[in-house]
């Protein structure tokens, strides 16, 4: 890829990661007022208990910040922390019943908002987006594990 198309490819990410909301700390895209990183964790926790380490690293965030991030859930009544028996120094965190009810409403509000944001357009555009966003994802994916291997 040229230079050229590089800088515009960047812009555009750029663009899209301010006009999609990423950039708000206090509400998701769609308008859940939670941040990304407290959905995302709400997420790998719903169908499974882990660690605080484990969810770090399935965040792929550093611990003290998932460690933060799991405070804020914790005070909100989203998410459980208990002593681990098997580990006394390892805390386990589950979803709560309002946690389990939350994220199935910001998946419902989720849809609802790319329903908006696609609707207008047709079909076939529709595929070519999904389709450009799957292989952007999985390159970036190659590119990630290349660098920690």
Not at 68 to 84: A, C, Y
Not at 109 to 129: H, K, M, N, P, Y
Request: aromatic letters at 6%; hydrophobic letters at 40%.
């Amino acid at each position: 890829m040229n230079k050229e198309a590089l800088s515009e490819f960047r812009l555009t990410v750029q663009s899209f990661i301010k006009v999609f909301g990423l950039l708000e700390q206090s509400a998701t895209p769609c308008g859940v007022p939670l941040s990304v990183s407290q959905v995302y964790a709400m997420q790998e926790l719903e169908n499974i208990s882990m660690s605080v380490s484990d969810l770090a690293q399935r965040l792929n965030l550093e611990r003290s910040t998932v460690s933060r991030l799991v405070d804020s859930l914790v005070k909100e009544n989203l998410v459980n922390r208990v002593i681990n028996e098997a580990n006394r120094r390892e805390m386990i965190l589950t979803l709560t019943e309002k946690g389990s009810r939350t994220i199935q409403q910001v998946r419902e509000q989720s849809l609802r908002f790319f329903q908006d944001v696609l609707g207008d357009l047709q079909e076939s555009d529709q595929a070519t987006i999904i389709d450009g966003f799957k292989k952007f994802t999985n390159a970036l994916l190659q590119y990630r594990r290349k660098q920690n291997d």
